[in-house]
């Protein structure tokens, strides 16, 4: 049996699948940047308290964000510090820029932290320098690197295109990340080809309303993605905790498409 040795890095992605499994069910809430407040200041307090007791492996908040929450509410799940960021009244929304250094994620006690990048933005290659940069401070610090990359821009005529998807999740992969997060192809049967092409865990963003939260992850699981990352869908939901939970249920359960008996893809990453 081989014994993954021990880092920070591999004790941090241990972690950020709170279940074992190397699963994932990861909740932003970091709109508050792009769009404005998802909550009220006492709102957004109850609103941790509601996604952690559902049974999330991890928020995504920004630095300011996580110094306002109670570290008691995240004893049993982890925190990610997002360090992209644009607002949507700013003349390009898809040009993200760095806010926040793994230095700062350090300092809070955070497990992992994560990059925005849209490729197909005017601003792409100041969007891949900043993602290289990070990945080099979370390769010197032992900080797991999660990406949220996306086909999106001007010259992105299909951001489901499984071949795109393809080869954007693997620009993450060559740039050092630990963890990859996109969208989900279209048609849905191909979004296998765009996970058997990566050598890292990838997880979906939450998806629109045309299908259910249930359908979608079960689909998402089926196609071999590792998890999702929803945050919208959550925050928005009447009770963000029965919707956490039910995709909890989902993703770490015995009867979902992923059996705990099968290898985890974060053996490769540790």
């Given amino acids: 049996m081989t014994t993954t040795p021990l880092t920070g890095k591999s004790m941090r992605l241990a972690r950020l699948s709170g279940h074992g499994d190397g699963r994932f069910l990861l909740v932003p809430l970091d709109h508050s940047v792009s769009d404005g407040p998802i909550a009220t200041a006492s709102g957004f307090e109850k ?23 109670d570290p008691e509410l995240l004893a049993g ?14 003349p390009d929304a898809d040009a993200k820029v ?18 925005h990048v849209n490729i197909g933005a005017d ?15 979370c390769d010197l610090w032992g900080m797991p690197l999660l990406a949220m990359i996306y086909p999106r821009g001007p010259r ?74 929803v945050g919208r869908r959550v925050f928005s939901s009447p009770n963000p905790r029965a919707t956490v939970l039910e995709l909890a249920e989902i993703i770490h359960g015995s009867g979902g498409p992923l059996a705990p008996s099968t290898p985890s893809r974060m053996a490769g990453v540790l």
């Fill in 47 to 69: 609103l941790v308290h509601d996604v952690v007791a559902g049974g999330a492996d991890g928020i995504v908040v920004h630095r300011g964000r996580a110094r306002a929450i």
């Fill in 77 to 90: 799940c982890s925190l990610l510090v997002h360090l992209s960021a644009s607002t949507a009244h700013g």
């Fill in 98 to 115: 760095l806010v926040g250094g793994v230095e700062d994620a350090i300092r809070l006690g955070a497990d992992a932290v994560s990059v």
């Fill in 123 to 137: 601003t792409e290659s100041d969007q891949l320098a900043d993602l290289g940069a990070v990945a080099t401070a």
């Fill in 156 to 229: 992105v005529a299909d951001p489901h295109d499984p071949t795109l998807l393809s080869h954007v999740v693997n620009i993450a992969a060559d740039l050092g990340v630990d963890i990859v997060k996109t969208v989900f192809a279209a048609p849905a049967e191909r979004m296998a080809e765009v996970v058997e092409s990566l050598p890292l865990p990838l997880i979906v963003a939450g998806g629109t309303g045309t299908t259910s939260l249930a359908d979608f992850t079960v689909a998402a699981l089926s196609a071999g993605c590792r998890g999702l990352a």
